[in-house]
T-cell receptor
């Protein structure tokens, strides 16, 4: 009965590879997000989607491509991975756009070697 | 510029002592302010938001628009309060994104 789930929890890969992180929410929310947490624990928005429509793309390199097949899923695909992509990636969801509380997934720790 | 600043990276107190985690923000408009908490090995979760004016786990936070601050306070810290605390703001009309501060790690010693 996990509200927001992410897979995998850990991802270790080589530079130049392509990888995906999956996110699913079973809360019936309309809005989903991806955040990146760097090595200094700073959290920064990357994308938000509302009803499968891209709302925010926060100056993220186009190597990062989110995909929302339906309202309950928001996957993150990363091409040509670089060392600087190493971080913890958090998925979140909220009832709607605006001031709603956001519910976070457990995070995916990506390490690029 | 929209920004949230938490000046203390680490705050260490003894059990029973008062706690204040500082948060200042910069935003041209009327944002909603939040405190999120991440306990060890748990996911980030909402602690409180200024609009609800609730006290959660003994924590309170008052929005001071004049000083653009939203400091988190608790009169008597408990060991289980040890966690990472993030202050965040939402502009409402900005795609729902949360702008986070750098986070403050609170350590409550016995």
């Amino acid at each position: 009965d996990t509200a927001v789930s992410q897979t995998p929890k850990y991802l270790v890969t080589q530079m130049g590879n392509d990888k995906s992180i999956k996110c699913e929410q079973n809360l019936g929310h309309d809005t989903m997000y991806w955040y990146k947490q760097d090595s200094k624990k700073f959290l920064k928005i990357m994308f938000s989607y509302n009803n499968k429509e891209l709302i925010i793309n926060e100056t993220v390199p186009n190597r990062f491509s989110p995909k929302s097949p339906d309202k309950a899923h928001l996957n993150l695909h990363i091409n040509s991975l670089e060392l600087g992509d190493s971080a913890v990636y958090f998925c979140a969801s909220s009832q709607a756009l605006g001031f709603d509380e956001q519910f976070f997934g457990p995070g995916t720790r990506l390490t690029v070697l | 510029a929209q920004r949230v600043t938490q000046p203390e990276k680490l705050l260490s107190v003894f059990k029973g002592a008062p706690v204040e985690l500082k948060c200042n923000y910069s935003y041209s408009g009327s944002p909603e302010l939040f405190w999120y908490v991440q306990y060890s090995r748990q996911r980030l979760q909402l602690l409180l938001r200024h609009i609800s004016r609730e006290s959660i786990k003994g924590f309170t936070a008052d929005l001071n628009k004049g000083e653009t601050s939203f400091h988190l306070k608790k009169p008597f810290a408990q060991e289980e309060d040890s966690a990472m605390y993030y202050c965040a703001l939402s502009g409402g009309n900005q795609g729902g994104k949360l702008i986070f501060g750098q986070g403050t790690e609170l350590s409550v010693k016995p």
